[in-house]
């Protein structure tokens, strides 16, 4: 199969740099130097596991800066159903943010990141749940692919793929998808549509990365038999960087912001363990690479080439590193001159990065704006520097997708700067920017991706570039670059973002869930903008024709690029019961417009676009409330204080160093954001004033916490353990202990229809162990599995009520769960405390 039909995605990574994650990076002759001997190692690394964070660093940095192999992590999902502890995205938004998390975390450790299809849709407690949830065949098919494609000489499992129910389910299912692909992987009759693309392969080895962890403690690790395991010395220094592979590693690590790995680098000795799984197994244990033969001599005519670099290495000039370009060129030369093969593909690109990194060629694809709409022009200014004394010539330039060609034959004086003003013509057809996993309706396990060649692809797919034909030292050489948009921050200075395609026009229903509580109407706020000058039209909301819209549509018309107006609908529910989709749709130019476009913006990863589908869920629900005021303390980030709103509640969000008598008194209840007690240090120096509020006759209630960092010595006023337990079949069979407590009755009834249509999960981090003062009101548990009693606690203290509940409110109220809103209104309306007939419970 000719490599030459291939789509290779190569991050050209250096491993020792930390920036504002949109800017370019910039090497200096340290990271030079090792990309060079990068060049002459022909080996490589797959790493695999389930989501961003279960990777390795240490071991991915030591394989790709040490040993100087292609490293590559393949997450089977991008994270979409963990915790967000930077913002209140969660699903599919959250998998955005994991992903470009772990791109940044690659480009520290110097790996490759590649992904599949599957989607995290939440805790598992078993490989075969999970293996259910997911397309079994279709994840096995991505690992396939990803084998075929990256050409593994050794693969590494994260997880033991015989360990199943020890852990999560997607750990353990990802090892034995691994284990199972690592032959098929080789066999041509195993999805033979993907063999019009890449080719058979066949690992040598496969190895378990087990740990003291796997083994229950360090003790019973240190007295097991390690006769099968193969030991990495990992604790290695760069002294040319002033850093330990570990520091390196936890730099890596600490970009998985959202999920609050923030890592302390350490130094010193340290020691990786490799089990054998499959393949060729080792005789002599002192390189993984036994037996393969990792430099040029693997490709046909290349021995040369590894000479010649080996020249170029022991003579590299770190105070003039352009002196290598010759040699370089030359190299460069001989690669083209080979038969295209799997490693060709790969150093061609890398070692063309080298030589514009040796001579300070600089080439940049400047957008005046950050956003253009299909069809549209774009101005690009476009700059190419020559900062050596090595001849260069810009030949010509070619821009794409429209594969326009301009010449230029503009000699590259050194350190002249050479500026080209170009118009980029964007094709009608162009497709809008937005992660391409997203771009077609998925399950609850896999996302849908149209095309073989995409999946696997960590980032969105920009088609926007300019190709760069510069003659160096009389070879010619492209060099591609992504489009940009730039800008100056006052504070931040020179910020970096892509050129986003975007709709003509996007709207956006302002609230994603709208309750009815009656039969009154309700005004709907959609918000409308405009992707380029001069649009208007109509817009309407669209609902079933039992709810009643005012009016039919409402015209717009926005005459500046950007510009956004908010229109306002009267919506008149139903008269009974009842759950609709609202649509927004902006009709221009007789086109409709259904999107909403939403911007992903933190400092740590480059941002974001999302395009969705511009709807929101209107609910008339049987909701009793009364007026309580309510004082809502952040944690992680989440969005229970709107849904508080959109019950009626007045809501005050309440800043730590707020938390005094004073702030509290006009206040009826409290309640603590999810994990407050994780990620809020303020909170151990406010336990009194909280639980004096409970005394005088309010109420408090506190979401789940993790069992690890409580940074309060006491969360409640009476003993309570925090565990793992959870529940996470969220349509299990609930069962109510208390079922006369006014909190499931008071001022709505709740029944089991109520906890009928939950997401993910029921719960999570339930307490197994707490004080008689709390009353158990729930009782439910995954299939197999004993009784979990404390989903929901309730506790009379002094005039009031202390409350905790694992029960994931935070995700059951933006997804619109009815129930979840009745039970929280008793919960909030839960008044002076009252005698409960004794219950026997076991906890």
């Known amino acids: 199969m000719q490599n030459k039909y291939i789509q290779t995605f190569i991050l050209f990574l250096f491993c020792f740099q930390i920036t504002i994650a949109q800017q370019p990076q910039k090497l200096n002759s340290v990271e030079i130097y090792a990309q060079i001997q990068k060049l002459n190692f022909l080996g490589s690394v797959l790493y695999i596991a389930a989501h961003p964070d279960d990777e390795n660093t240490r071991l991915i940095s030591y394989l790709s800066n040490e040993t100087k192999a292609r490293t590559g992590y393949l997450s089977l999902t991008r994270g979409d159903g963990g915790q967000n502890l930077i913002g209140p995205q969660l699903r599919e938004l959250l998998g955005v943010i994991r992903t470009q998390e772990l791109i940044e975390a690659r480009k520290i450790d110097g790996g490759e990141q590649f992904f599949s299809r599957a989607n995290d849709f939440g805790f598992s407690k078993n490989p075969e749940e999970t293996l259910e949830i997911w397309d079994k065949q279709k994840v096995l098919s991505d690992i396939v692919w990803a084998i075929r494609k990256f050409q593994p000489d050794v693969i590494i499992n994260r997880f033991d793929h015989r360990s199943s129910g020890t852990t999560h389910g997607h750990h353990t299912a990802s090892a034995i998808l691994s284990t199972e692909s690592f032959d098929l992987a080789n066999n041509p009759t195993v999805f033979p549509e993907q063999l019009q693309l890449v080719e058979p392969w066949q690992p040598k080895r496969q190895f378990f990365n087990t740990s003291w962890w796997f083994y229950g403690s360090k003790e019973k690790f240190d007295a097991a038999d390690k006769s099968n395991l193969v030991e990495m010395q990992t604790g290695v220094y760069y002294p040319s960087v002033g850093k330990s592979n570990q520091e390196i590693a936890a730099l890596s690590r600490s970009r998985h912001q959202s999920q609050g790995f923030g890592s302390t680098g350490s130094r010193g000795e340290e020691t990786e363990y490799l089990e054998f799984i499959n393949g060729e197994a080792l005789q002599n244990k002192t390189s993984i690479f036994e037996g393969i033969d990792t430099s040029w001599n693997r490709v046909k005519g290349g021995k040369p080439i590894g000479e010649l670099l080996t020249t170029i290495a022991s003579q590299f000039d770190y105070n003039n590193p352009s002196a290598s370009i010759p040699n370089l060129a030359k190299a460069y030369t001989i690669m083209q001159s080979l038969d295209e093969n799997h490693w060709t593909t790969i150093k061609s690109t890398s070692i063309k990065e080298i030589i ?19 069809g549209s022009s774009v101005k690009l200014k476009l700059e190419a520097i020559n900062r050596s004394d090595i001849p260069m010539q810009l030949i010509s330039l070619t821009t794409l997708p429209e594969q326009k060609t301009t010449l230029q034959n503009k000699v590259l ?23 391409y996993w997203l771009k077609e309706k998925g399950t609850v396990g896999m996302y849908t991706v149209a095309e073989q060649k995409n999946i696997g692809i960590p980032d969105i797919i920009r088609q ?4 760069f034909n510069i003659l160096i030292n009389g070879i010619e050489i492209q060099f591609e670059r992504t489009v940009v948009y730039k800008y100056n921050d006052d504070v931040k200075g020179e910020m970096y973002n892509y050129l986003d395609i975007v709709p003509e026009v996007t709207t956006s229903i302002l609230d994603n869930i709208s309750l009815f509580k009656n039969g009154k109407n309700k005004e709907i706020a959609v918000k409308i903008k405009s992707g380029k000058d001069a649009v208007k039209g109509d817009l309407i909301l669209e609902l079933p ?19 956004e107006q908010i229109v306002y609908f009267q919506v008149t529910p139903p008269n009974q019961i009842d759950e609709a989709v609202a649509k927004s749709i902006a009709v221009a130019d007789n086109k409709r417009y259904d999107k909403d476009q939403i911007s992903i913006d933190y400092n740590h990863i480059t941002k974001q676009q999302v395009l969705k589908p511009a709807e929101a869920k209107f609910i008339k629900l049987d909701l009793k409330t009364n007026e309580e005021r309510i004082g809502y303390i952040m944690g992680a980030g989440d969005e229970v204080p709107k849904s508080l709103s959109q019950m009626g509640y007045k809501v005050t969000l309440l800043k730590p160093e707020e938390i005094t008598p004073g702030k509290l008194a006009n206040l009826d209840v409290v309640m603590t954001g999810v994990r407050a007690y994780n990620t809020v240090q303020e909170l151990a120096n406010k336990q009194s004033i909280l639980f004096d509020f409970v005394k005088e006759g309010k109420t408090m209630l506190v979401q789940y916490n993790t069992p690890d960092d409580i940074v ?3 969360i409640a006023p009476f003993p309570m353990k925090i565990s793992r337990d959870r529940v996470t079949e969220e349509n299990t069979e609930v069962r109510f202990l208390a079922p006369n407590h006014p909190v499931l009755n008071t001022p709505n009834k709740i029944t089991t229809k109520d906890f009928e249509g939950w997401k993910q999960e029921q719960g999570l981090y339930y307490p197994n162990e707490f004080d008689k003062a709390f009353t158990p009101i729930l009782s ?5 599995e004993t009784p979990k009693n404390g989903a929901l606690l309730v506790a009379p203290y002094g005039k009031g009520y202390y409350i905790y509940t694992g029960l994931s409110l935070f995700r059951e109220l933006p997804e619109g769960v009815s129930g979840a809103f009745r039970l929280l209104s008793n919960i909030i309306s839960l008044k002076a405390p009252v005698k409960i007939p004794a219950q026997k419970i076991k906890n």
């Open 356 to 374: 514009a990194a040796c001579s300070g060629l600089y080439l940049e694809a400047v957008s005046q704006n950050q956003e253009a709409t299909p």
């Open 413 to 435: 004086d050194t350190n002249i700067l050479k500026s080209v003003n170009l118009d980029l013509q964007l094709p009608s057809t162009l497709e809008y920017t937005q992660p």
């Open 464 to 467: 926007l570039k300019v190709v």
């Open 780 to 784: 439910s548990n995954d299939k197999g």
């Open 712 to 714: 309060a010595t006491n």
């Open 545 to 563: 024709n039992n709810w009643v819209v005012a009016p039919k549509s409402i015209p717009f018309n926005l005459e500046k690029k950007g510009t």
